[in-house]
């Protein structure tokens, strides 16, 4: 009995240090001209539409952004640039541990102006093979058949009636 009390102890303080953890997800993505040019120096605005704040990242030589460490949630992504129209989409939904990419083409004209895309296509998940799905806790609760015992407490498999 006391071996039982003391891994279930070492399993309960081992596993505490998960509680703390975030599963960070990103957005990334490349910005170019109507000709297909990457444009750099181009001015990212990420806002979390939970929390109303926002990262600001600039494209690199590249063209490239990348913005890290986002929680779950439903975010807005405006990107402008000196001499193109500002480009904004709503809506973009960033699910746990997802690597979106999402790219801009942005069209020539004033950065007063601007394009807005608020029903996205869904986000393609280009920066790793790994797959995952969101799951409601009721299945969680309910999807499971109860397990049996054997005498001595090991669990070894589910009750058939």
């Given at each position: 009995m006391r071996f039982f009390i003391q891994a279930l102890l070492t399993l309960v303080v081992s596993a505490l240090p998960l509680l703390a953890q975030t599963f960070p997800g990103r957005i990334l993505g490349?910005?170019?001209?109507?000709?297909?040019?990457?444009?750099?120096?181009?001015?990212?605005?990420?806002?979390?539409l939970g929390t109303n704040r926002p990262v600001v990242v600039q494209t690199n030589e590249m063209g490239n952004y990348a913005v890290s460490n986002l929680e779950r949630g439903e975010y807005q992504i405006e990107v402008t640039a000196l001499g193109f129209k500002k480009s904004i989409r709503r809506g973009m939904v960033l699910?746990?541990?997802?690597?979106?990419?999402?790219?801009?083409?942005?069209?020539?004209?004033e950065v007063s102006q601007s394009l807005e895309v608020v029903a996205a296509a869904p986000l393609l998940e280009t920066a790793d093979s790994t797959l995952g799905k969101v799951v409601d806790n009721q299945l969680l609760q309910v999807g499971f058949p109860p397990?049996?015992?054997?005498?001595g407490g090991r669990a070894c498999g589910?009750?058939?009636?």
């Open positions: 490349t910005v170019t001209d109507p000709a297909g040019a990457v444009i750099p120096a181009a001015t990212v605005r990420v806002t979390s699910e746990l541990q997802q690597h979106a990419k999402v790219d801009f083409t942005l069209e020539v004209g397990l049996r015992s054997e005498p589910p009750v058939h009636d």
